[in-house]
């Protein structure tokens, strides 16, 4: 018994350093691949291409905020910051959206003038093998990551495999737009194509300030929790529970749980059901932090 309980933490930490390492490979090869589609703009000026080479440094930083929230996770608590640096990993990722919104403007302006003023593809050939290139290797990416978001359960990993997703299918997306304005009369498409890729940014960037913004200022947006907390604490313990109250940490919750108890019940009973409920709940429902409050059942 003492030796699965101290496996445990260390089970987890392992799974953790798995999930910062994949976030880590996240980083380098979006970065990589913006960094590598700008490069070839230079000689193509296609709008497509530098809108997919501005989406991928985009997600390349929410794959570093996700990196940088697993690595705050694994950090012990400290007297400034006695809840933990969860709520650090939000901030960044509000920074990091209203960043992304600047560079989806500014794709926005050159794809809206392109529209109306045509500039031709330079080398068009080179531009779609690029945007192939680059498609392929963030599904590939995305796949490998989804598997260790699956393993280790963490909210922020599972958002950093959708986002390689949509980088992957934004660049096929661009890849048809770049082909039709070139083997067509379409000569817009490649604007058009910069535009939809916009579109895909807007979207994430709405997405990142939505959740972050619920979470700094204490919503819950998961009231099913609750009622989950309330079944578990009444099926294992039957006991009633008066309150629940949660606060969002990151992508975990702190809840503060009031328990109702017989009024005879004595101080070293109610101390160990306190401790039996915390872990339980803590451990079944994946809580960051349970307190749970004895009351009587009438007072």
Same mark, same amino acid.
């Given at each position: 018994m003492g030796s699965s309980g101290e496996n445990k933490p260390t089970g987890r930490y392992q799974i953790l350093d798995k999930a910062q390492l994949a976030a880590?490979?996240?980083?380098? *090869? &979006?970065?990589?691949?913006? %960094?590598?589609?700008?490069?070839? *703009?230079?000689?193509?000026?296609?709008?497509?291409?530098?809108?997919?080479?501005?989406?991928?440094?985009?997600?390349?930083?929410?794959?570093?905020?996700?990196?940088?929230?697993?690595?705050?996770?694994?950090?012990?608590?400290?007297?400034?910051?006695?809840?933990? =640096?969860?709520?650090?990993?939000v901030l960044a990722a509000f920074t990091a959206a209203i960043i992304i919104i600047v560079l989806g403007s500014l794709i926005i302006y050159r794809a809206v003038g392109a529209f109306f003023n045509h500039v031709d593809v330079h080398y068009p050939e080179l531009t779609m093998i690029t945007l192939v290139a680059a498609g392929s290797i963030s599904l590939h990416r995305a796949f490998v990551i989804r598997k260790v978001a699956i393993e280790s359960n963490l909210i922020s990993l599972k958002l950093d495999a959708k986002n390689s997703i949509k980088d992957g299918t934004s660049s096929f997306a661009g890849f048809i737009s770049v082909f039709l304005s070139t083997y067509t009369n379409l000569k817009f498409m490649d604007a058009i194509g910069?535009?939809?890729?916009?579109? =895909?940014?807007?979207?994430?960037? =709405?997405?990142?300030?939505?959740?972050?913004?619920?979470? &700094?200022?204490?919503?819950?947006?998961?009231?099913?929790?609750?009622?989950?907390?309330?079944?578990? %604490?009444?099926?294992?313990?039957?006991?009633? *529970?008066?309150?629940?109250?949660?606060?969002?940490?990151?992508?975990?919750?702190?809840?503060?749980?009031?328990?109702?108890?017989?009024?005879?019940t004595r101080l070293d009973e109610t101390s160990k059901i306190m401790k039996s409920i915390a872990s339980t709940v803590k451990g079944e429902l994946s809580l960051a932090r349970v307190i749970v409050v004895p009351e009587p059942e009438q007072y």
């Open positions: 880590k490979q996240s980083v380098i *090869t &979006l970065a990589a691949i913006g %960094i590598a589609e700008l490069i070839v *703009t230079i000689f193509t000026g296609s709008i497509t291409l530098t809108a997919d080479g501005l989406d991928s440094l985009a997600d390349a930083m929410i794959s570093f905020i996700v990196w940088f929230g697993i690595v705050m996770i694994k950090k012990p608590r400290s007297s400034s910051f006695p809840f933990g =640096y969860r709520k650090v990993e910069g535009m939809i890729i916009a579109g =895909y940014i807007f979207f994430m960037a =709405y997405t990142a300030i939505r959740e972050s913004t619920l979470v &700094l200022v204490d919503a819950v947006n998961n009231p099913q929790i609750q009622d989950n907390i309330r079944q578990l %604490i009444f099926l294992r313990f039957k006991i009633k *529970t008066r309150d629940v109250f949660l606060r969002p940490v990151g992508s975990e919750f702190n809840a503060e749980i009031h328990i109702i108890l017989p009024n005879e």
